[in-house]
Structures are given as C-alpha cells and as structure tokens.
C-alpha cells in the first residue's frame, strides 16, 4: 500500500454526493479517495465536519503595484484564504496596468512569496495591448467595455478587433460589460442616483456588444452581472458569467451610502431577487467576489467624489455557504458556481475532489453561522458592506495538502504558487 502525505479523514462533496471517506495526499495532490487509507505521514481526522473544493475567486482587486495602501498580495491573499479560497485572479488596473510581458513578469515576482493562495493575473487588454507576446504567461485577459476605476475603458468599435486578439492568444477573456454614458441630469448624490446613471441598460447594451462579436472558439466571462437578462445573452452566445455576493445580497434600498457604491451599481430589490432565482435554476456560471477594497477615509468622501468597490475575498465562501444553510442554493450548487466552474473556466487543475487534482479542501459545519464583523476580517482596508450579516466560515483549509488557516487565522505559510496560461502551477 502506498503511503500518503497527507490524509483527511471526513464527509465528502464527491461527484456521487455527500460521502463520509478518507482524501488520501500526495505530493500536493489527491492522489485515492476511499473508505479507509491506513498509512500517512499526518492525519487530520474531521469526520463531524463537510470536506468540500476550496473556493476558486476569478475576480479580486489586490491593488498591487500602486496602491497599497489599500491592499496588497499579503493582506488580499490572506483575506481570501481565511474565507476559504484558495486560488485568486488579480486583475489588471493596477498603477502602472499590467498591459506588458514585462509588466506582468514583475507583477508575478511582486506576488511570489507574499501570496497565501495560489494566483493567476489578468493582463489588460486595449488597444496598446500586444496580446500575442501574452499568450502562454497571462492566466487570462481583461478588457474595459465602459469606464471604471483607472480610467481604462475601450471604445465601442474597438471592440470586435479586440476580441479577435484575445482568441488568438487562446486565453480566456475576463470583460467588465457597462457602457457608460454621461448624464448631467442625474446627480450621483445616493446609490438610487448612480444606478441611474450607470442603469442595467447600458450593462445589456454593452453585453450584447461584446457577445454578439464573440469568435465562436474563444472563452468570454461577463464579470459582475447584475441582471438575468444579461445571464441569458451571456448564456445564449457561448459564453459565460459572473454574479457577485453583493449583487445578490444588498441592494439600492438599503442604507449604504458610500459604503454600497460599486460599479455596476447595487440595484433594485426586485432586480436583486430575480438574480438569486437565476443563480438558483443554474442560469451563471460563478460566484465571484470583484474585491475592491478602498480605505474608509476614501469612502467617507462626500458620494459623488467616494470611489466604487467594497471588499468581498474573506467573505465570499462564508455568505454562500450561509446561502446553503438556508436552503437558497443547494451544497453541489456552492461548488459548482464557487469552485468547479472558476477552476474549468480558465483550466485550473482544482475546484473538485478528485483523483489528479490539487488538494485543495475546506471543513466546514454549516450549524455554525455568526454574523460577520468587519473588526475581525484581514484586508488591510477595515470595512465590510456585510458587516453584521450571518456567515459561515471554515474551520480549516487546506492547499495542497498543507493546512494554511484554521478557526479564522493564518497558520500556514506563503506558498501561494501562479498559474499563467494553460493553467500550469
């Protein structure tokens, strides 16, 4: 009998349901799944806990270079496996962008040896952009239909010659879809102004853009969508499409202020509810966190100056899991939209307990939800838009094998490894 590395010991999310068995490890690696494995250097018995697939975020905003003030790879990466995932995909609208190979060279060393998770980079693509000196070393790429955050939105007939590079690089295309156009009339003063003036239409218009240009054999992943309509065109065209935490959670009703201005906007509680029964009929494909912390000096300025974007890495898992102890989402759907769909998407070998694929695993007890506190959580920005909502955290997380949280802390060390194209660790 081959001896294991590591052995976990608990119930399963396997693909034949919830099953109670040992996740034998090697080299990183699940290398048998059975009934009893006998011999193993360590043995972590969690048979009273849920082994599932560590989260897969495809959509975080660790702000390094240029903006650390707000968060860097260390705190980002810590925040993200404390909540339970354990691969992130940092985007491009950094200060400088990653637009280069040399950019994202420097990007990738900047990161190695400060990630708790393993990672992935998006490289911007515009107009300046050299997509074929990206292919093989980019995880994937980005592009800006609209303006956001750094400035970096391209311009509508931009956009088809742009989706032609980004097949010809063979990598995966992460677009941010909202045309934006400028409404004098309407005064961003609250979170009903700016969802007027950035409203879904201009999210619709610019989804039927991008998907209506799409070469049939690339990958395109609409991020952050905020209605079911744009869920259908995404679908319909091949494609596929992220929903966030907060889209399904909060919503323009509620007393945010600045604290719930993000890009697109939080909508109305009706768009919101008909969002989670599209997530729930399967109508999606991830769950991801766009974390895009800002310090609470910057969004305590008055709401028209105060920058888009909230912090989500550390709380995503918990408020989806949270979602499955109330019966909103079943467990195998957490996984696929949290874990299988993100690691397929950009060819990641993780995201399910398998035989051949990375040991990535958390322990959970779904009994045990608290409500989140904002003081407890670890990005460097100090705030959560969630805080008081109920959560479950996990008890422990693994990657690769190796425990690197437990009881929300770190216990691990840095050994987050990158994974550029093709999906090589």
Not at 258 to 267: I, Q
Request: proline share 4%; aromatic share 4%; glycine share 10%.
């Amino acid at each position: 009998m081959i001896k294991m590395d590591v052995v976990i010991e608990g119930k399963a999310l396997l693909d034949s349901g919830l099953t109670s068995c040992c996740i034998g490890i090697s080299d990183g690696r699940i290398a048998k799944i059975a009934k009893t494995i006998s011999i193993a250097d360590r043995r972590y018995d969690l048979s009273n806990l849920l082994l599932l697939p560590a989260g897969i975020d495809l959509h975080v905003h660790f702000r390094e270079p240029g903006m650390t003030h707000k968060e860097d790879f260390n705190t980002g990466s810590m925040s993200a496996v404390v909540g339970g995932t354990t691969f992130v995909m940092d985007m491009p609208n950094t200060l400088p962008a990653t637009r280069s190979l040399s950019d994202l060279k420097e990007k990738i060393e900047t990161a190695s040896g400060k990630c708790y998770a393993d990672f992935g980079l998006a490289a911007l693509l515009d107009s300046r952009t050299n997509a074929e000196s990206l292919a093989g070393r980019a995880t994937a790429l980005k592009m800006y239909v609209g303006e956001t955050t750094g400035g970096l939105g391209v311009r509508q007939e931009e956009i088809s010659g742009l989706l032609g590079k980004a097949a010809a690089a063979k990598l995966p295309l992460m677009v941010h879809a909202e045309h934006t156009v400028p409404l004098p009339e309407i005064e961003e003063t609250d979170l009903d102004g700016h969802d007027r003036h950035r409203s879904d239409g201009y999210e619709h218009m610019a989804a039927k853009a991008v998907c209506g240009n799409k070469p049939q054999e690339m990958r395109l992943h609409l991020l952050h969508v905020t209605t079911a309509r744009v869920l259908k065109i995404a679908r319909e065209s091949g494609s596929t499409a992220e929903i966030t935490p907060h889209h399904l959670l909060l919503d323009k009703s509620m007393k945010l202020g600045t604290w719930g201005k993000v890009n697109p906007p939080l909508r109305s509680k009706s768009t919101r509810l008909k969002l989670w029964e599209a997530l729930a009929s399967g109508l999606g494909d991830t769950v991801g966190s766009d974390h895009s912390p800002h310090t609470i000096a910057e969004k305590e300025e008055d709401f028209d100056a105060a920058p888009s974007g909230m912090p989500g890495a550390e709380t995503r898992m918990p408020l989806m899991l949270q979602a499955v102890a109330e019966r909103r989402l079943d467990i195998a759907q957490l996984s696929r939209y949290c874990c299988r769909r993100p690691a397929e998407i950009i060819g990641v070998p993780k995201g399910q307990l398998k035989e051949g694929f990375d040991a990535d695993i958390i322990a959970v007890d779904l009994r045990t939800g608290a409500k989140i506190s904002a003081d407890k959580l670890h990005s460097k920005c100090g705030w959560s838009a969630f805080d008081g909502m109920r959560a479950i955290f996990p008890r422990a997380v693994f990657l690769r094998g190796e425990k690197v949280s437990e009881a929300g802390e770190i216990v691990g060390e840095r050994a987050g490894r990158y994974f550029g194209g093709g999906g090589s660790g």
